[in-house]
């Protein structure tokens, strides 16, 4: 069982003292992958960012850590490349023995917190690694009312398991809360993509067309229920729920105001903390994917709500790290020079829509898409677009000698600004590199589709005047 993790660490100082006890957790581990132990405890519902514990394995291979908490927690307890989730609550005091070898069939459990970490190793063996409990590969295959009634099987028999397990060995009311809520999340997320699921499995068959009434269970749903906001999957649903809905009033993801209506849609549906998360993961996709605009507008409408400082954190880090390029964002000016020597500035296209590349003589990928670009500038000839093509060589010659000889379309330059400034300056991984510049000089996409693409002269057509529209969209 294993995942990647990715953290960031703090000093348990970071913590407030206040209304906070200590989790303590001991163990032992056989056959270990390394000589510690990592308790990751993750900061948001929505990035890789976690509190890190670790702890030294002795020479019995025994360990001891402890961590404060105000609330429960899953947590990932680490040994190597192998990985376990915890349910932690304030004042447990929990023992783990496992072998690194097979974590999930060896680990055992004593102490406060070792009845809910136990049932939930329990149903992971039952459900989760059982295929016949498991939408793909095969249910997904299914039509609508043989799902339907796999998903209702399932949820009840995963119901009756936890009545079961708490009749023989208590549970915490609020682990109860949380594995009902689970439970129900998992059934309701499953039924909301099952259409565009099946649609991306099922390659021989059109995409459903489902009964009227299938969606009705949204309408059952509690999403503001406070013990499901620690599940990855109501995490998950509510972000597909939203999704859904924006689909429901025929935005696309390929729309600049996608996120915002995702945002506003939210606010239908969901109150207090629910919202909150949701939101904020639908501000932080937008901070990476969305118009800068529209993400202005959604954190000035974000403060006024929220009251959780860690979440405004992340996503004021967030947006300082993406907003130079984003959608919405002015393009870096520079300075050329073309193949007559003349200088060339971003500037002097402005009221142009600009396709930007950055390519290499010797670059493979760049001659590939070579030959489509020059039918692409062919196709596009008499419009309002200009295709600009950086060339990042350190050898000018080489340069000038492809360009002329191939007698190449589009405004070819070299220069003046060094390559690794322009490299600084776009945030350059590699050549081909590709931007679309709407007229105003705007980013209207830092990833367009590469020239042979399918659908490349597509999403340029579509691409003009589109500054404009979003603008004045953002003016209402």
Request: net charge neutral; proline share 3%; aromatic share 12%.
């Amino acid at each position: 069982m294993k995942k990647f993790i990715l953290l960031t660490f703090f000093a348990a100082s970071c913590y407030q003292a206040s209304a906070q006890q200590t989790v303590s957790i001991s163990g032992k581990v056989s056959n270990p992958q390394s000589d510690s132990v990592l308790l990751a405890i993750p900061e948001n519902v929505f990035d890789s960012r976690e509190h890190a514990t670790y702890a030294i394995l002795n020479d019995k291979k025994e360990f001891s850590l402890n961590v404060q908490l105000k609330h429960p927690v899953l947590a990932d307890l680490v040994n190597g490349d192998e990985v376990i989730t915890l349910f932690l609550q304030p004042g447990d005091n929990l023992n783990v023995k496992f072998n690194a070898d097979d974590i999930v069939k060896t680990i055992k459990f004593q102490g406060q917190g070792a009845a809910e970490n136990t049932y939930l190793r329990e149903q992971e063996k039952k459900f989760e690694l059982n295929e016949d409990y498991q939408v793909l590969p095969e249910n997904i295959k299914s039509r609508e009312d043989q799902f339907s009634k796999f998903l209702d099987y399932r949820k009840e028999d995963q119901l009756n398991f936890l009545k079961k397990y708490v009749a023989k060995s208590p549970l915490s009311e609020e682990f109860q809360k949380y594995a009902k809520a689970q439970i129900e999340f998992t059934w309701a997320n499953d039924r909301l993509t099952y259409a565009d699921l099946r649609e991306q499995i099922v390659h021989t068959e059109r995409r459903l067309v489902l009964t009227p009434g299938y969606y009705n269970f949204l309408k059952t749903l509690d999403l503001n229920n406070p013990a499901a906001y620690i599940s990855p999957v109501y995490n998950e649903f509510a972000m597909n729920y939203v999704e859904f809905l924006a689909a429901e009033a025929k935005v696309k993801k390929t729309d600049q105001e996608y996120y915002y209506t995702c945002f506003e849609l939210a606010k239908t549906k969901m109150t207090g903390r629910a919202l909150n998360l949701v939101q904020a993961r639908i501000i932080y996709q937008s901070c990476k994917n969305g118009h800068l605009g529209f993400t202005d507008r959604m954190l000035a409408d974000f403060s006024k709500t929220n009251t959780d400082q860690q979440l405004a954190t992340i996503l004021q880090q967030t947006y300082d790290a993406h907003k130079a390029y984003a959608m919405g964002a002015l393009a870096p000016e520079f300075e050329l020079t073309n193949v007559k020597g003349e200088t060339v500035r971003l500037s002097d296209y402005k009221g142009k829509l600009v396709y930007l590349s950055f390519w290499q003589t010797e670059c493979g990928l760049c001659l590939m898409d070579m030959p489509y670009a020059q039918e692409l500038a062919k196709t596009m000839t008499g419009k309002d677009i200009v295709f600009l093509n950086v060339n990042m060589d350190k050898d000018e010659k080489a340069w000038r000698n492809m360009v002329t000889k191939k007698n190449l379309l589009g405004v070819h330059v070299y220069g003046k600004t060094p390559a690794a400034d322009l490299m600084k300056l776009y945030n350059l991984k590699e050549t081909p590199s590709y931007f679309l510049i709407a007229e105003d000089g705007t980013f209207l996409s830092t990833k367009p589709k590469r020239p042979s693409s399918h659908g490349a002269t597509e999403e340029i057509a579509q691409a003009f005047g589109k500054a404009a529209n979003i603008t004045a969209a953002l003016k209402k």
